[in-house]
Each structure stands twice: as C-alpha cells, then as structure tokens.
C-alpha cells in the first residue's frame, strides 16, 4: 500500500529556478528517503532523512522533515535541465520496508 | 554507490509464454532482494522480498505461482512472470540494499515486459 503522498503531481519551472516538492505520510517512519527516476529507468537515491532529523543537505538539495506533521519537502535549487525526471518519497518503517509515494514529475524547461 | 543490474531490459512476448528476469548485484553480496512493478506513470508497488537460500516473501494480492522468484546466490534473483497476460505487461525493477548504506536501496536499471 502506498504510504507517501507528493504534491504537486507535475511541476514545471525554468532553468535557474528552485524546485519544491512536498511529501506526506501516514504512519510513523524510521527514515523517508527521495529517490529520482529517469523516463524507463530505475531509481536513484537521492538523499536520506533520519526520523530524529530536521534538515539536511547534499549539494544542490535539501529535504526537511516534520514528523509531527508527517510531511517532508524536498527543494532543488539552481535546477538544471538535466533534474527533468520523477521523484519520489519512499518511507522506511519498522516493517524494513521502502514504501513509495505516487512521484512528481519535475520539468526543468532550458 | 553500489551496482544493481537487471536483464533483460526490455522483452515482448506472447501471451501464454513465461518470462524470466534476472537481477545482480555486481559489486556487493546481497543476501535480501525486493522486486517491485510499475505501471506507466505512477508508483513502485512492492511485489516480494527474494532472501538467499530460503522461499520469497510476497505481498498481499500477488500471486506466488505467477510470479515465481528464486534467489539462488547472493548476487543473482530471479523473477519468473509464468504464464504471462497483457495485464502483466509492467515495468519490472529489483533493488537491493549493500549494506554500505544502511536502509537505502540500489535499484536496478528496470526490465519493461511487453505481453501481446
């Protein structure tokens, strides 16, 4: 069953311009985790947020995450044509599984 | 980060016919695989957890004589969609964890079933 839910389902921006994403759970979680998948391929983990965690960084992204709200944003900053793809919140629970939102398409138009 | 491969990577065949996909892990041991299947634009559903040396672990409403997985070795799953329908054409994507990386997943290139 599906546990995230991301919004907005399709996001389109110019190059240069920050991208937001927002996810949302339902039961508690050890981790949440974005992962991004390019037309046809597999996945690519992104970043990874420990439930004792509020903020973090890897480069050009940052994800937050409130576990009072079970809501995690994930912001792309100075995106580039090449961030074009679907990106998805999974959560990691005590059941040691990756359970995965429904994905927003991001469009990074030149 | 750790390398998951699949194959095929794409394959059409006739309805009635089995089908068989392989996953690797090329650079890690990976006692745990999960295989998950996505339909066009929308979410990874998990179907089952592959453990080395024992019997998979299904999900609820997947059926385990249709889609049969033997984990053999620690780098190679295997899912046998047997008997395949046009309703099994899917994305097919195995992941693994490396155990480098604790909860993160490496997932492999993915394998589109075509059934006519």
């Known amino acids: 069953s599906q546990q995230g839910e991301e919004d907005p389902q399709a996001l389109s921006i110019q190059e240069g311009e920050n991208a937001t994403m927002n996810c949302s759970y339902k039961t508690s979680i050890n981790n949440l985790q974005w992962y991004r998948q390019n037309s046809g391929r597999g996945l690519v983990h992104l970043i990874l947020i420990r439930s004792n965690e509020r903020e973090k960084h890897s480069g050009r992204l940052r994800v937050t995450l409130d576990t009072s709200k079970k809501s995690s944003s994930l912001l792309i900053t100075a995106s580039r044509a090449a961030d074009t793809a679907s990106y998805f919140c999974a959560t990691f629970g005590a059941n040691s599984k990756l359970t995965f939102g429904k994905g927003i398409t991001l469009s990074v138009r030149p | 980060g750790a390398v998951v491969s699949q194959h095929p990577s794409w394959v059409i065949c006739k309805s009635g016919t089995s089908v068989k996909i392989e996953c690797r892990s090329l650079d890690f041991q990976a006692t745990t695989m999960f295989w998950y299947r996505q339909f066009p634009k929308q979410s990874l559903m998990l179907m089952a957890t592959?453990?080395?040396?024992?019997?998979?672990?299904?999900e609820q409403g997947v059926e385990k004589d249709k889609f049969l997985i033997n984990h053999a070795s620690l780098t190679l799953s295997t899912l046998t969609v047997t008997s395949a329908h046009p309703e099994d054409s899917s994305f097919y994507i195995c992941s693994s964890f490396s155990g480098l990386a604790l909860h993160t997943q490496y997932f492999g290139p993915g394998t589109r079933l075509t059934v006519l």
């Open positions: 592959s453990n080395e040396g024992s019997k998979a672990t299904y």
